[in-house]
């Protein structure tokens, strides 16, 4: 096998991580942020998508990757990684707008 490193950037004691990457846990080597996730340049972590959002998208590099739940549908769930995530409002209630999360 051949080992195939990246260039990296130091910011002090730190390597800095390519956008759509964080570090992996309890390292400080850099990895694909997993669906559900994203990083923006110069991040060390993957950020969940918030509650009432879902993405299926890996190593993504922004966070309006993460996707609204449809009007009607909700999500508490941080980080979900698709749209089963969103529930339908119980039987009685609704909500009209997207992204929902309660």
Known sequence: CTLQCKPFFS?????????GEGYLPGTTICGQCPAGTWSGSGDMV????????????????AEDVCQPCLPGRWSNQLGAIDQDAC????????RDRTAANS
Request: proline fraction near 6%; charge should be positive; aromatic fraction near 6%.
């Open 46 to 61: 993957c950020h969940k998508c918030d509650s009432g959002k879902w993405s299926s998208q890996e190593a993504a590099s």
């Open 11 to 19: 910011r002090g004691a730190a390597a800095v991580c390519a956008a």
């Open 87 to 94: 529930q339908a409002c119980p039987p009685g209630h609704w």
